[in-house]
């Protein structure tokens, strides 16, 4: 299996500031790589694919980049409905595999 | 826009066996990848298999011994069989959508819970 490891678990933030969440993989999985928002009671939803590739629809604050086995998402500027919790999840094996997911917070 | 909605039980006993249903709107199960996926506290999200094409199924190893899927293409439907289930299998089971095999989850369903008990 392809171990993913996201950093860090969780984060407080306010509105407006920056944030950046890193995945890593144990293996290179060339661009493979996809990020999620979950809110409570809701299903994952995808923000970002191919590492860098905004899903449609999704605000363009949000944004990803890294290859091989280093990536990251950034929100450019937090707003209110950005508190949730961020997973990345590989694509490259078809055994899929997921972060364990970082929490952001209301500072 | 494709919808998904997942149905079964959400109470099952030890050692007997899963069965979830996620019916598809607005998209054919004869094409993209169609998958199970489920959350737990204790494993976070595990990806559980796909259908694709209705005639290739790709199981998860940790799972492969337990779990079988169908498709029903005239109910525009697939399903999950999970046999011999412990309290490990407790979870919320989403069915889901990905474009081509590397794109991502794009559709979601609303998941299900699903609880092991005696």
């Known amino acids: 299996d392809i171990q993913m490891t996201q950093s860090p678990s969780s984060l407080s933030a306010s509105v407006g500031d920056r944030v950046t969440i890193t995945c890593r993989t144990s293996q290179y999985i060339n661009s493979y790589l996809n990020w999620y928002q979950q809110k409570p009671g809701k299903a994952p939803k995808l923000l970002i694919y191919a590492a860098s590739t905004l899903q449609s629809g999704v605000p363009s604050r949000f944004s990803g980049s890294g290859s091989g086995t280093d990536f990251s998402l950034t929100i450019s500027s937090l707003e209110p409905e950005d508190f949730a919790t961020y997973y990345c999840q590989q694509s490259d094996n078809t055994l899929y595999t997921f972060g364990q997911g970082t929490k952001v917070e209301i500072k | 826009q494709v919808q998904l909605q997942e149905s079964g039980p959400g109470l099952v006993k030890p050692s007997e066996t899963l069965s979830l249903t996620c019916v598809v709107s607005g998209g054919s199960l004869s094409s993209y990848y169609w998958s199970w996926i489920r959350q737990s506290p204790g494993k976070g999200l595990e990806w559980i298999g796909y259908?694709?094409?209705?005639?290739?199924?790709n199981y998860n190893p940790s799972l492969k011994s337990r779990v079988t899927f169908s498709v029903d293409t005239s109910k525009n439907q697939f399903s999950l069989n999970l046999t011999s289930v412990t309290a490990a299998d407790a979870a919320i089971y989403y069915c889901?959508?990905?474009?081509?095999?590397?794109?991502?989850?794009?559709?979601w369903g609303q998941g299900t819970l699903v609880t092991v008990s005696s």
């Open positions: 889901a959508k990905a474009r081509f095999r590397n794109s991502g989850f794009d559709s």
């Open positions: 259908s694709y094409y209705t005639t290739t199924i």
